[in-house]
T-cell receptor, first 113, second 115 residues
C-alpha cells in the first residue's frame, strides 16, 4: 500500500496562472517532506522541502504547504511558466522509513502558453 | 555542481544475462543510492551505501546486488536478468552525514529493457 500518494497523474495549467500539486501521506511518523522535479531524459532534481515543525516554506515562485492533521501537502507555483512543465514527485521520510525517502507516483504538469 | 554519471542511457539485455549498471559521482559524497522508477509507482529504493564496501538493502533488493569498492563508484548488478526488471534505473548520491539523506542528486537514468 502506497504511503505517499499523488492522486493526479497529470495537470494542465495556463501560463501565468497558479499551479497546485497535491500529495497525501498515511504515515504520521513522517517528519520531512520534499518535492522533486523531473524533465524527460534527466534525473529528478530537488526543488523544495519542509519540516513537520513548519506549515509553510517559500522559495521564489514555489511554496510548499503542510497540513499535518490532514496528512496533506501541496506545492504552489506562481506564476506558472513554460519551463515548469515536468513531472513533480512528492517524497517523505521519517523514523519509520529509516529516514529513507518514500516517493509518490508523480504528477505531470503541463503549462499551456 | 554535483555530477552523477550513469554509464549507459539505454540498455537492452536478454533474460538470464548478468547486467552491470555503473554510477560515478564527482563530489566526494558519502552516500549513494540505486532506485528504480516504474509508471504509477514512483521511485523505489533497491540498495544504498553509506561508505566504501558498505551496503544496505532498500525496499526491493530481491534479484539485485551492489558493489562499492571506491567512494565515487556504486554499481548495481542484476545476477540473472528477468523481464520484470525492465525499468528506469536511477542512481543518486547525497552529502548529508548520518541518517538523514533526503536531498539527493540524481544521474540521468538508465532505461533497461530485458527481452
Amino acid at each position: 500500500d502506497q504511503q505517499v500518494k499523488q492522486n493526479s497523474p497529470s495537470l494542465s495549467v495556463q501560463e501565468g496562472r497558479i499551479s497546485i500539486l497535491n500529495c497525501d501521506y498515511t504515515n504520521s511518523m513522517f517528519d520531512y517532506f520534499l518535492w522533486y522535479k523531473k524533465y524527460p531524459a534527466e534525473g529528478p532534481t530537488f526543488l523544495i522541502s519542509i519540516s513537520s515543525i513548519k506549515d509553510k516554506n517559500e522559495d521564489g515562485r514555489f511554496t510548499v504547504f503542510l497540513n499535518k492533521s490532514a496528512k496533506h501537502l501541496s506545492l504552489h507555483i506562481v506564476p506558472s511558466q513554460p519551463g515548469d512543465s515536468a513531472v513533480y514527485f512528492c517524497a517523505a521520510s521519517g523514523m519509520d522509513s529509516n529516514y529513507q525517502l518514500i516517493w509518490g507516483a508523480g504528477t505531470k504538469l503541463i503549462i499551456k502558453p | 555542481d554535483v555530477k552523477v554519471t550513469q554509464s549507459s542511457r539505454y540498455l537492452v539485455k536478454r533474460t538470464g544475462e548478468k547486467v552491470f549498471l555503473e554510477c560515478v559521482q564527482d563530489m566526494d559524497h558519502e552516500n549513494m543510492f540505486w532506485y528504480r522508477q516504474d509508471p504509477g509507482l514512483g521511485l523505489r529504493l533497491i540498495y544504498f551505501s553509506y561508505d566504501v564496501k558498505m551496503k544496505e538493502k532498500g525496499d526491493i533488493p530481491e534479484g539485485y546486488s551492489v558493489s562499492r569498492e571506491k567512494k565515487e563508484r556504486f554499481s548495481l548488478i542484476l545476477e540473472s536478468a528477468s523481464t520484470n526488471q525492465t525499468s528506469m534505473y536511477l542512481c543518486a548520491s547525497s552529502l548529508e552525514p548520518g541518517l538523514r539523506n533526503e536531498k539527493l542528486f540524481f544521474g540521468s537514468g538508465t532505461q533497461l529493457s530485458v527481452l
